[in-house]
């Protein structure tokens, strides 16, 4: 009971539960604490999001630069150009599909928004980020790249130690109070009527991603098979230990053993499994940026939100460099897309809240669809190398 009651998914699961019944039945003046709460906690995380950012990032990118040399280069634009792609597949299948699954969900959106009962806090205080998000991303970039090619540097052991305080800060603070403001939205949207429409959008889209996840792995192992004349559905039957551990570890980094057993047995050479598994498992995000982008469209069509592809390219782009580093930890992806959302998307409290909430739900399979595919692109950096090796 007590390893439940840890489990964050549980935790957001009763936080939607709780909020849906304590909108609909507490008094405006309890439900107001709840509003309260979330207009502090939403100032807290827009002032963390550019420091999260930047504690990811920098360190991320100045370890690429250890050793490896052309090693490293391939296998990052390869897991780079897989989580690009998984990002495009599902914004060309989601804005084709979406349009007609939602529309009659966003119709209800808007007569509900147009009844105009809201909660408002108690009180609210302003807390300015030290940095914009895109400052912080770019900063991140420029001092992480610099740092890359500096072998001894001060300054790098200083980055190490703000990632520390950055992934206490999410895991001791962030993490554990996203429940509490998940059921914060949730009263807001049981108490002026928007909830039940949410999650049948929420029911909507969890299986079409998830059709689309499976869709991808298929993709990276037929690619995989192709290059390697294997059989890409027993190269990726022979992966699922690794798919099932992540879907009870929620951790890329925590799956990494089975992952990199599981690659040894599909023929993976075990000088470049082991240097391709632990790397991808912090730079391969294909299930991740799948997740966030599907979700961010669904909730842009139900706000009634203008989206082009211009738009989301350089969201998928920008995501797919902002999320590095990220699986290490818990929540870290979403916590990294959240400025990204802010600022390019222009989605606003109530819709981050969703969002986590939502990416949170299929956080393992999201996590999955990450280390299984990492399986894949061992194959094909153990292909690669092995052909130039013989030129």
Request: net charge positive; charged share 10%; hydrophobic share 55%.
């Given at each position: 009971m007590?390893r439940?009651?840890?489990?964050?998914?549980?935790k957001v699961f009763?936080a939607?539960?709780l909020?849906?019944?304590?909108?609909?039945?507490l008094?405006?003046?309890i439900n107001?604490?709840f509003?309260?709460?979330n207009?502090?906690?939403?100032?807290?995380?827009s002032f963390?999001?550019p420091?999260?950012?930047?504690?990811l990032?920098?360190?991320?990118?100045a370890?690429?630069g250890k050793?490896?040399?052309?090693?490293l280069?391939?296998?990052?634009?390869i897991?780079?150009g897989?989580?690009l792609?998984?990002?495009f597949?599902?914004?060309f299948?989601a804005?084709?599909?979406?349009?007609?699954?939602?529309?009659s969900?966003?119709?209800?959106?808007?007569?509900?928004?147009?009844?105009?009962?809201?909660?408002?806090p108690?009180f609210?205080i302003?807390i300015?980020?030290v940095l914009d998000?895109m400052?912080a991303?770019?900063l991140?970039?420029?001092?992480?790249?610099?740092?890359?090619?500096q072998e001894?540097s001060?300054?790098?052991?200083?980055?190490?130690?703000f990632?520390?305080?950055?992934?206490q800060?999410?895991?001791?603070v962030?993490?554990p109070?996203?429940?509490l403001?998940?059921l914060?939205i949730?009263?807001?949207?049981s108490?002026?009527?928007?909830?039940?429409?949410i999650?049948?959008?929420f029911?909507?889209?969890?299986?079409?991603?998830?059709?689309?996840?499976?869709?991808?792995?298929l993709?990276?192992?037929t690619?995989?098979?192709?290059?390697?004349?294997?059989?890409p559905?027993?190269?990726l039957?022979?992966?699922?230990p690794?798919?099932?551990?992540a879907?009870?570890?929620q951790?890329s980094?925590?799956t990494?053993?089975?992952?990199?057993?599981q690659s040894?047995k599909?023929?993976?050479s075990?000088?470049?499994?082991g240097f391709v598994i632990?790397?991808?498992?912090?730079?391969?995000l294909?299930?991740?940026?799948?997740k966030i982008?599907?979700?961010?469209?669904a909730?842009?069509?139900?706000?009634?939100?203008?989206?082009?592809?211009t738009?989301f390219?350089?969201?998928?782009f920008v995501l797919?460099?902002?999320m590095i580093?990220?699986p290490?930890v818990p929540?870290?992806?979403?916590m990294?897309a959240?400025?990204?959302?802010?600022?390019?998307?222009?989605?606003?409290?109530?819709?981050?809240?969703?969002?986590?909430?939502l990416?949170?739900?299929?956080?393992?399979?999201?996590?999955a669809?990450?280390?299984?595919?990492?399986g894949?692109?061992?194959?094909?950096?153990d292909?690669?190398t092995?052909?130039?090796?013989?030129?």
């Amino acid at each position: 009971m007590k390893r439940l009651f840890s489990n964050l998914l549980f935790k957001v699961f009763l936080a939607i539960v709780l909020g849906i019944v304590f909108g609909q039945v507490l008094p405006e003046s309890i439900n107001r604490i709840f509003t309260t709460f979330n207009a502090f906690f939403g100032q807290f995380l827009s002032f963390s999001i550019p420091l999260i950012i930047m504690g990811l990032i920098m360190p991320a990118i100045a370890d690429l630069g250890k050793g490896a040399g052309k090693l490293l280069l391939l296998t990052a634009l390869i897991a780079y150009g897989s989580t690009l792609f998984s990002g495009f597949m599902t914004y060309f299948t989601a804005s084709n599909i979406f349009p007609s699954l939602l529309e009659s969900h966003v119709n209800a959106a808007s007569e509900i928004t147009e009844s105009g009962r809201e909660l408002s806090p108690y009180f609210s205080i302003t807390i300015p980020p030290v940095l914009d998000v895109m400052s912080a991303l770019v900063l991140a970039f420029v001092v992480g790249l610099g740092l890359s090619f500096q072998e001894k540097s001060t300054l790098k052991l200083v980055v190490k130690d703000f990632q520390k305080i950055i992934m206490q800060l999410i895991e001791k603070v962030i993490v554990p109070l996203l429940p509490l403001f998940i059921l914060g939205i949730f009263v807001s949207m049981s108490y002026n009527g928007k909830v039940f429409s949410i999650l049948s959008v929420f029911l909507s889209i969890i299986g079409v991603i998830f059709g689309l996840h499976i869709l991808l792995l298929l993709l990276q192992y037929t690619i995989a098979g192709f290059l390697t004349k294997k059989n890409p559905l027993k190269l990726l039957s022979t992966m699922m230990p690794a798919y099932f551990t992540a879907l009870g570890t929620q951790s890329s980094a925590a799956t990494i053993p089975v992952t990199l057993k599981q690659s040894l047995k599909n023929g993976v050479s075990e000088k470049i499994a082991g240097f391709v598994i632990p790397l991808c498992a912090t730079i391969h995000l294909s299930g991740s940026i799948m997740k966030i982008t599907a979700c961010a469209m669904a909730l842009m069509i139900l706000q009634g939100m203008p989206f082009t592809f211009t738009l989301f390219a350089g969201f998928i782009f920008v995501l797919g460099i902002a999320m590095i580093a990220a699986p290490g930890v818990p929540g870290g992806a979403i916590m990294a897309a959240v400025g990204i959302l802010q600022s390019m998307l222009g989605f606003n409290e109530e819709m981050i809240g969703l969002m986590i909430a939502l990416y949170i739900a299929m956080d393992s399979f999201g996590t999955a669809c990450n280390v299984t595919g990492d399986g894949a692109i061992s194959l094909v950096v153990d292909k690669i190398t092995q052909q130039k090796s013989q030129v």
